[in-house]
């Protein structure tokens, strides 16, 4: 008992199965090298929470600054900044830094380490550069 389908019908069953098997384009390399995972590290209760923000490779600190504080609704973001954490080492980037670039630079290294974005609260009388809590030099943060 097979019945007949009117045409209309048809039509948007055939687009229906071309929008199913249509081939979709892969996610380019660029589209994954604009993303950039970054911890808030939380003083208080010395947590981490890490968000994954979309990032233009030449965003700098300050505007990657600007989005944590947003993204992490963050109240006083002028006593935040955004720090890499490299091995035993913890360094305040520079606002007129690129995140982008430094996360390139470092997979490019021959024998990579690990390393992490922070966006924490600046420890008054701390350079730039410093050792970080014990936690996240182990790389042991939850959600990193």
Known sequence: A????????RNTL???????????AAPSVDDFQNYL???LQEADSGGCTAKTLLVRPYS???EVCSLCA????VADPENYALFLLSGDTSQQLAPDTHPQLIK?????RP???AFHFTYRRVVVGAGLSHRGPAH??????PSC
Do not use: D, N
């Open 2 to 9: 097979a019945r007949v389908l009117s045409s209309e019908t």
């Open 14 to 24: 055939h687009q229906w199965h071309r929008r199913r098997t249509a081939p979709r």
């Open 37 to 39: 995972r970054i911890a």
């Open 60 to 62: 700098t600190t300050e």
């Open 70 to 73: 947003y993204k992490f609704k």
């Open 104 to 108: 390139s630079e470092m997979h490019s």
């Open 111 to 113: 024998c990579a380490q």
């Open 136 to 141: 996240l030099r182990s790389g042991t943060c």
